[in-house]
């Protein structure tokens, strides 16, 4: 039970980002009243991958929610191919001494999920209710106005502080006047289900990431579901989409359709596809703030832009940045410290500061490694270096799926697998 005085947390979107944040701080403050918003009523679908590695799957660990994934698929296998038809193979779950088992988990069931584990943990969770906008209501409190979904009058209610979690669209980005990332640093990506098999590829088995030859640097993914199911999508930054229109007429729908043509050149079975969605992918190269001056506002997961630049990934790093807020919170209220009211501005200057240190080098080199795949000539070389050894490949998947950085001697081991194909055609 929370006092009349206690902290008020307002949590907009209940993704796994926002469902994720308020379990924690109901760990990590029991003291403070937490309550989630979502315009949806769930369970909702959202534009995805639908893949959860290593990474992700840690954090639910953490959190005590190891259970909710059992009812998911889990492959075993990680494959990346790239120009020349090269293809590196990662076999899991343990490669190289490090876990790389993770799930695909279709976010219709998986939010779901994660929002009635918020509803477990103490949270005051509302569906069907709009974040309108807020405004500073003295001191450093919010005054926020919420609406039902269905165009009901809004409401205003105080807060000590609100996390917007709600997405790449994010309003309460909007209403701390932080910038949307320029698109420079925004991808877009297609999703649809289908059915995808191959005669000699376990394909059930395996998440599989392809950099096409042709259309770089596009790449595209088919992640496993029961019987024969399949997440397939592309991704590829905006601005080079907006090249494909002009120069070529082709929409994202058309690249699409030529990754699957592509797959099946290569042999794989691709059918009944359906459920085709298109989301924006702010990625992390942008360093979205995560706080405004003044304002009692924080923002994570996609609202911040902390997407991997490589991937597309941003479950993780959603939820990731939740749980380290929670724990920095009660960190300082365990101290003694008070983190509402006049300490508030401190306590998120320090969380977004920790954040940074922790992920700075992974986005950093992601980045990179994105720059790199643009190219036909270190495309192919990469991909032949992951290929030639496991722990490159290894490495290669926790960077996609993790929060791996390479590190000197990593970068300088990855080097030196990248030169040797080049060597040998000398």
């Known amino acids: 039970m929370t006092g009349d005085n206690a902290p008020r947390v307002l949590v907009v979107g209940g993704g796994p980002a926002g469902a994720a944040t308020a379990i924690a701080l109901r760990r990590e403050v029991p003291g ?12 909702r679908d959202k534009t995805c991958g639908d893949g959860l590695g290593p990474g992700a799957r840690r954090v639910l660990d953490g959190l005590g929610l190891t259970e909710l994934l059992k009812p998911f698929h889990m492959p075993m296998s990680v ?25 695909v988990t279709p976010r219709l069931a998986l939010d779901d ?18 974040f309108e906008g807020m405004t500073a209501a003295g001191g450093t409190r919010e005054r926020v106005t919420l609406s039902g979904a269905s165009g009901s009058s809004g409401s205003e209610e105080a807060f000590d502080l609100v996390v917007g979690a709600d ?18 640093h925004t991808h877009i990506a297609m999703r649809a289900y289908g059915r995808v098999t191959h005669p000699d590829k376990p394909v059930s088995d395996t998440l599989r990431f392809d950099f096409l030859e042709s259309l770089l640097p596009v790449y595209g993914w088919v992640f496993p579901l029961p019987e024969d199911g399949a997440n397939i999508g592309v991704g590829l930054p905006v601005n080079h989409l907006k090249r494909q229109t002009s120069r070529h007429g082709r929409k994202l729908r058309d690249l699409f359709d030529l990754y699957v043509e592509d797959l099946q050149r290569r042999g794989f ?23 405004a001056p003044g304002r009692a506002a924080v923002l994570v997961g996609d609202a911040a832009a902390t997407i991997n630049p490589l991937s597309g990934e941003g479950i993780f790093y959603g939820m990731a940045a ?17 983190w509402s009211g006049a300490g508030l501005p401190g306590a998120l ?17 992601c980045y990179l490694a994105q720059q790199l795949m643009r190219s036909k000539t270190w495309a192919g070389i990469a991909t032949r270096a992951v290929a030639a050894s496991d722990e490159a490949m290894a490495h290669v998947a926790l ?9 000197s001697r990593g970068l300088l081991r990855l080097a030196a697998h990248s030169v040797r194909p080049l060597l040998r055609r000398r």
């Open 32 to 43: 403070a009243h937490v309550t989630l918003v979502d315009k949806a009523t769930f369970p």
């Open 399 to 407: 960077m996609l799926f993790d929060e791996q950085s390479a590190g």
């Open 349 to 365: 200057a320090g969380f977004e500061r920790a954040h940074r240190r922790r992920f700075a080098r992974h986005y950093r080199e």
């Open 167 to 184: 997405g790449a669209y994010s309003t309460v980005r909007r209403a701390i006047g932080v910038d949307r990332p320029a698109m420079r």
């Open 113 to 130: 999920l994660l929002l009635n584990a918020a509803r477990d943990a103490g949270a005051e969770v509302r569906e069907g209710v709009a």
């Open 269 to 291: 079975s691709v059918s009944g596809v359906e459920r085709v969605a298109t989301h924006q992918l702010p990625h992390a190269a942008a360093r979205t703030p995560m706080t």
């Open 79 to 103: 494959a990346i191919s790239g120009p020349g038809g090269v293809e590196a193979l990662a076999r899991g779950p343990l490669m190289e001494g490090r876990d790389l088992a993770g799930y």
């Open 322 to 338: 939740g749980v380290q807020l929670a724990e920095h919170l009660g960190g300082l209220e365990r101290s003694g410290a008070t």
